[in-house]
């Protein structure tokens, strides 16, 4: 990947970029247990796939969500968060 | 050099994934010290081929934990007698360890460093500017001005060794005493009854066995799900590359954590050079021309004159990534399920211990006591092993 499509400032290089990880659903800590607090805090889906991802345009601080296949690097679409394209 | 047997058979004792240096490590230390040679040793691409043969081969145990440190400095020694165990020259070179210091408060930290080490028997010491150009003429120790050298730690036994022999000298010793080895043997499936693993489905056909050791550096994820369990490891690539041969004139291994480099001279002449991770999560062992420009340009910083100098190759492995930079080794929720994982940036220098602990846990059904600190059950427990400070390169 050298260019990523940023929502709003278009395709910029990649090196204006900061990758933040996959998107994950913070558990209720007042209400879950022990262990999902635990599967919450460290563990990661590492195997290979299409992600939903937190990445950061560092030049105008907008943060947007990347679908990207971590195997073959191949960006399916970026969009600002809740605004998925149908 | 290895026989290629035929065909798998029904059954085995143990399986271990993955014919690298840790899994073919395994393997060698099952046979040899605990009598284990029903063993299959599955490889779904070529023995060596991943990640042993894809890192820098920087030997040292300069840690920050105690627990890594005892750890590292156990496979310091067993590394020193590896050529004469194997009766197979790996090219085991003693060089000295600096690891540059561009700030106060790296010059702290590698006090620090320095008197944890000392302090659990380790030859590790802050040096000057004075050791340092004396070890290294040919530095500019400024830097290009812009991040002048203060200080280093220097460990004396730091060392390189050629890391395809440590391959097949722990092949070819499993070999022989009974272990079979299958290349292009690719792993589709483990199967779990009532907590127990009892067998493994392969591309070659199925194996019953109660015992498997997982021992793939950056696909570790991809076996785990197969058994249902979930770990903190995520993969992002490590890349490297290589100068042109020159006569030698680097003697001593270098580290720069400000400058993300770390460089030696191998036994041919070129410089073996890496630095900083990926900044992302890929699976995928391809170069960037990013990566080869960056590591140039503090190459440059160090060494002006060498700007004439091609570099003749790069690559890529996969690295296990781990929250506290240390591996995750040993027993795991499923029953004869065990992890030799999480290894990172720093696995190849802990090829004999990570060997020698596996095969003592998988043969006792016991965590050896030296991997106890890095077992999987750690985070669910809140005690993390922070090597963070100990990583040569800020990671």
Same mark, same amino acid.
């Given at each position: 990947?050298?260019?990523?499509?940023?929502?709003?400032?278009?395709?910029?290089?990649?090196?204006?970029?900061?990758?933040?990880?996959?998107?994950?659903?913070?558990?209720?800590?007042?209400?879950?247990?022990?262990?999902?607090?635990?599967?919450?805090?460290?563990?990661?889906?590492?195997?290979?796939?299409?992600?939903?991802?937190?990445?950061?345009?560092?030049?105008?601080?907008?943060?947007?969500?990347?679908?990207?296949?971590?195997?073959?690097?191949?960006?399916?679409?970026?969009?600002?968060?809740?605004?998925?394209?149908? | 050099?290895?026989?290629?047997?035929?065909?798998?058979?029904?059954?085995?004792?143990?399986?271990?994934?993955?014919?690298?240096?840790?899994?073919?490590?395994?393997?060698?230390?099952?046979?040899?010290?605990?009598?284990?040679?029903?063993?299959?040793?599955?490889?779904?691409?070529?023995?060596?081929?991943?990640?042993?043969?894809?890192?820098?081969?920087?030997?040292?145990?300069?840690?920050?934990?105690?627990?890594?440190?005892?750890?590292?400095?156990?496979?310091?020694?067993?590394?020193?007698?590896?050529?004469?165990?194997?009766?197979?020259?790996?090219?085991?070179?003693?060089?000295?360890?600096?690891?540059?210091?561009?700030?106060?408060?790296?010059?702290?930290?590698?006090?620090?460093?320095?008197?944890?080490?000392?302090?659990?028997?380790?030859?590790?010491?802050?040096?000057?500017?004075?050791?340092?150009?004396?070890?290294?003429?040919?530095?500019?120790?400024?830097?290009?001005?812009?991040?002048?050298?203060?200080?280093?730690?220097?460990?004396?036994?730091?060392?390189?060794?050629?890391?395809?022999?440590?391959?097949?000298?722990?092949?070819?010793?499993?070999?022989?005493?009974?272990?079979? #080895?299958?290349? =292009? @043997?690719? $792993?589709? *499936?483990?199967?779990? %009854?009532? !907590?127990?693993? /009892?067998?493994?489905?392969?591309?070659?056909?199925?194996?019953?066995?109660?015992?498997?050791?997982?021992?793939?550096?950056?696909?570790?994820?991809?076996?785990?799900?197969?058994?249902?369990?979930?770990?903190?490891?995520?993969?992002?690539?490590?890349?490297?590359?290589?100068?042109?041969?020159?006569?030698?004139?680097?003697?001593?291994?270098?580290?720069?954590?400000?400058?993300?480099?770390?460089?030696?001279?191998?036994?041919?002449?070129?410089?073996?050079?890496?630095?900083?991770?990926?900044?992302?999560?890929?699976?995928?062992?391809?170069?960037?021309?990013?990566?080869?420009?960056?590591?140039?340009?503090?190459?440059?910083?160090?060494?002006?004159?060498?700007?004439?100098?091609?570099?003749?190759?790069?690559?890529?492995?996969?690295?296990?990534?781990?929250?506290?930079?240390?591996? #995750?080794?040993? =027993? @795991?929720? $499923?029953? *004869?399920?065990?992890? %030799?994982? !999480?290894?990172? /940036?720093?696995?190849?220098?802990?090829?004999?211990?990570?060997?020698?602990?596996?095969?003592?846990?998988?043969?006792?059904?016991?965590?050896?006591?030296?991997?106890?600190?890095?077992?999987?059950?750690?985070?669910?427990?809140?005690?993390?092993?922070?090597?963070?400070?100990?990583?040569?390169?800020?990671?």
């Amino acid at each position: 990947m050298k260019l990523l499509r940023c929502p709003i400032n278009g395709p910029r290089p990649v090196s204006e970029f900061q990758y933040a990880g996959e998107i994950r659903t913070m558990p209720d800590p007042d209400a879950c247990s022990d262990s999902e607090w635990t599967n919450y805090v460290f563990n990661r889906n590492g195997a290979p796939g299409i992600k939903k991802e937190w990445w950061l345009h560092l030049a105008s601080g907008i943060w947007f969500v990347v679908e990207r296949d971590t195997s073959t690097d191949d960006v399916q679409r970026t969009y600002l968060f809740g605004e998925e394209p149908a | 050099m290895f026989r290629a047997p035929e065909r798998l058979k029904a059954s085995y004792d143990v399986v271990i994934i993955g014919a690298g240096g840790h899994g073919l490590a395994a393997a060698y230390y099952l046979a040899k010290d605990h009598g284990i040679t029903d063993v299959a040793v599955l490889e779904k691409g070529y023995i060596g081929g991943g990640n042993t043969g894809r890192n820098t081969t920087i030997i040292r145990s300069n840690y920050l934990t105690p627990e890594g440190v005892a750890f590292y400095d156990e496979s310091v020694r067993l590394w020193q007698d590896l050529s004469c165990d194997f009766d197979l020259n790996i090219f085991y070179s003693t060089r000295g360890h600096f690891t540059l210091a561009h700030t106060d408060s790296a010059v702290r930290t590698m006090r620090w460093r320095a008197e944890v080490n000392k302090h659990l028997g380790v030859d590790s010491e802050l040096v000057g500017t004075k050791e340092i150009e004396e070890a290294c003429p040919h530095m500019d120790l400024s830097c290009g001005g812009h991040a002048p050298i203060l200080g280093a730690l220097y460990h004396a036994p730091g060392a390189i060794a050629r890391h395809d022999a440590v391959a097949w000298g722990y092949g070819r010793g499993a070999d022989r005493r009974g272990v079979e #080895i299958h290349q =292009k @043997t690719e $792993v589709l *499936g483990i199967q779990v %009854d009532g !907590g127990r693993v /009892t067998g493994v489905r392969t591309s070659k056909g199925d194996i019953a066995t109660t015992k498997v050791l997982c021992a793939v550096a950056g696909s570790t994820p991809r076996i785990t799900d197969m058994v249902g369990i979930r770990t903190p490891i995520y993969i992002h690539p490590l890349q490297a590359m290589v100068s042109e041969p020159m006569k030698p004139w680097l003697d001593p291994i270098l580290v720069s954590g400000s400058l993300h480099v770390y460089v030696s001279q191998s036994a041919r002449g070129e410089l073996v050079m890496g630095a900083s991770l990926d900044p992302y999560e890929l699976h995928s062992t391809r170069s960037t021309l990013d990566f080869v420009e960056g590591l140039a340009d503090h190459m440059l910083d160090m060494f002006p004159f060498l700007s004439h100098v091609s570099v003749n190759r790069q690559w890529a492995g996969m690295a296990d990534m781990t929250p506290d930079f240390a591996p #995750i080794m040993g =027993k @795991t929720p $499923v029953e *004869g399920f065990y992890l %030799d994982a !999480g290894w990172g /940036t720093w696995g190849f220098k802990a090829t004999p211990v990570s060997g020698k602990t596996m095969a003592y846990t998988v043969a006792h059904d016991r965590d050896h006591e030296l991997i106890e600190g890095f077992r999987l059950s750690r985070f669910a427990e809140y005690e993390l092993t922070g090597e963070k400070g100990a990583a040569s390169v800020g990671h």
